[in-house]
């Protein structure tokens, strides 16, 4: 079984990148590094997503029932994105996050990708 190095996988990483490190489960854990902007929404439908903010801050939308909920996250922080959610990101400056996406993922570039066909 090997090891993984964060630390390297991070190396000569630029900006709006994913680095995958290891494939776990249908989906993957890696890390993305990206500067300000919007992410597209995204869901996982059968599976919680493990976010981990090692560098930067960032908005993390979260599409409910009872409406959008904004958390901030800021270096350090951890969040876990309930399964079968859309979700996208606001990144302020800058971001490195290290992701654990069990599962398939959605995308969608819809305004409420709720209400897209």
């Given at each position: 079984?090997?090891?993984?190095?964060?630390?390297?996988?991070?190396?000569?990483?630029?900006d709006?990148q994913?680095?995958?490190?290891?494939?776990?489960?249908?989906?993957?854990?890696g890390?993305?590094?990206?500067?300000?902007?919007?992410?597209?929404?995204?869901?996982?439908?059968?599976?919680d997503?493990?976010?981990?903010?090692?560098?930067?801050?960032?908005?993390?939308t979260?599409?409910?029932?009872?409406?959008?909920v904004?958390?901030?996250l800021?270096?350090?922080?951890?969040?876990i994105?309930?399964?079968?959610?859309?979700?996208?990101?606001?990144?302020?400056?800058?971001?490195v996050?290290?992701?654990?996406?069990?599962?398939?993922t959605?995308?969608?570039?819809?305004?409420d990708?709720r209400?897209?066909p």
């Open positions: 079984m090997p090891a993984h190095n964060l630390n390297a996988a991070l190396e000569g990483l630029s709006l994913f680095k995958e490190l290891a494939r776990f489960n249908k989906g993957s854990v890390v993305f590094r990206t500067g300000a902007g919007i992410s597209p929404w995204e869901r996982h439908p059968d599976d997503e493990y976010l981990h903010v090692l560098d930067g801050e960032v908005d993390i979260v599409l409910t029932d009872q409406g959008a904004r958390t901030v800021s270096a350090g922080s951890i969040f994105v309930p399964r079968g959610l859309w979700h996208r990101h606001t990144i302020r400056d800058r971001l996050e290290l992701f654990v996406t069990p599962g398939e959605e995308h969608s570039t819809a305004e990708p209400l897209a």
